[in-house]
């Protein structure tokens, strides 16, 4: 007989993409109500790049909190800032000693959603910042894709590694690194075999679609998300990592909310919307492989072990019971449509 119910220690989500404003007051509940923690992205408008923005958003963001009913207790939300060629190496001295700033983020410029004030050029221009990140001990959260047009969109995280992530890592073998929103073989196989500190997240939607499913039919935008779903052979490699005993793999959803008409575009935007209902996807995943005993190592040990925080206490459950995504939910004064909307999940978080 399969379980009926599973119990993990709280999870945390290690990639999540909050907003501002009415827009984070509409789904911020979400978030909270499933995880204990978030590391939260910074790639607003303008962008969090300093320890002071940090500091104000994370007061908007316990603001949103309390109005819709969640203590202090009940969550934490985990800042970052958001790299650029101009960061200065002495924010990152204070973000450090500022204990609510866990780790800095790297988009490169033009990549994805909001990356225009990114980094062109690495190596080049952060050079003293990446020296202090090492020193403090700092983790460096990593979009991995290059921008280049030429590269076809689907190859963009395979050369990212040989391109970006192995000379970075040569020159600053001892600087926390995590490979966030891992989609392919070739990551896995790069954060598995890697010496020195280094971790990856894994979402949902990399774990349960390949590539076909944005082209069922018809043309799917809610399946549309950075880096872009891959071929089977890439899912079947992010299964086996979020499953296996590696300590270097956990999970950040990515969930990247976008008003439904803002995806249901001539030009849509990407991010899937997956807070609503994450552990749901997460366990249907885990299930499907037949490892939903690893999913607590996934969802709530090792994220905190990387990051150097405490695990946890206390618990969530989850029933087997079929659960209907919801087919929109309230954003503001839109709405917006989450991952596999309509679908039924075998699992529901009590
Ligand atoms: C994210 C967003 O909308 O902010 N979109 C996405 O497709 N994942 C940005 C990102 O993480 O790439
Ligand atoms: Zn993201």
């Avoid at 202090?132 to 050369?159: C, I, K, N, Y």
């Avoid at 749901?280 to 995943?285: F, I, K």
């Amino acid at each position: 007989m399969p379980a009926h119910t599973i119990t993990l220690t709280r999870p945390d989500d290690w990639h999540i993409h909050l907003r501002d404003g009415e827009a984070m007051q509409a789904i911020i509940g979400h978030t909270a109500k499933q995880f204990a923690r978030a590391v939260i992205m910074p790639n607003l408008k303008p962008p969090v790049t300093t320890v002071a923005l940090a500091q104000a958003y994370r007061g908007r963001i316990e603001q949103a909190l309390s109005a819709c009913g969640v203590s202090k207790a009940d969550f934490t939300p985990l800042m970052t800032l958001y790299l650029t060629d101009k960061t200065d190496p002495d924010e990152i001295a204070r973000a450090h000693e500022a204990d609510s700033i866990v780790a800095v983020k790297l988009y490169p410029a033009g990549a994805t959603t909001n990356s225009d004030a990114g980094v062109t050029d690495l190596l080049g221009k952060c050079s003293k910042v990446l020296e202090m990140m090492q020193r403090v001990g700092m983790p460096l959260l990593m979009h991995g894709e290059v921008t280049d047009p030429e590269v076809d969109v689907f190859d963009r995280e395979a050369l990212f590694i040989d391109r970006v992530m192995i000379p970075l890592r040569k020159s600053f073998p001892e600087l926390k690194v995590v490979f966030e929103h891992l989609t392919t073989k070739e990551g896995v196989d790069y954060v598995r075999d890697a010496s020195g500190p280094m971790a990856a997240t894994i979402t949902a939607q990399h774990l349960l679609y390949n590539r076909n499913e944005i082209f069922k039919g018809g043309i799917r935008p809610h399946f549309y998300c950075l880096p872009i779903l891959k071929r089977e052979v890439h899912r079947q490699a992010l299964v086996d990592a979020a499953t296996s005993d590696s300590p270097r793999f956990f999970l950040g959803s990515d969930s990247a909310p976008h008003a439904k008409g803002l995806k249901e575009n001539a030009c849509g935007c990407a991010g899937c919307y997956t807070a609503v209902h994450a552990l749901e996807l997460y366990a249907t995943a885990f299930e499907r492989a037949d490892k939903i005993d690893r999913l607590e190592a996934f969802a709530s040990f090792r994220g905190p072990d990387f990051y150097g925080l405490p695990r946890n206490k206390g618990v969530v459950t989850l029933t087997r019971e079929p659960y209907v995504v919801p087919l929109e939910v309230p954003y503001g004064s839109e709405t917006l449509v989450p991952l596999a909307a309509g679908e039924t999940l075998p699992w529901r978080m009590l």
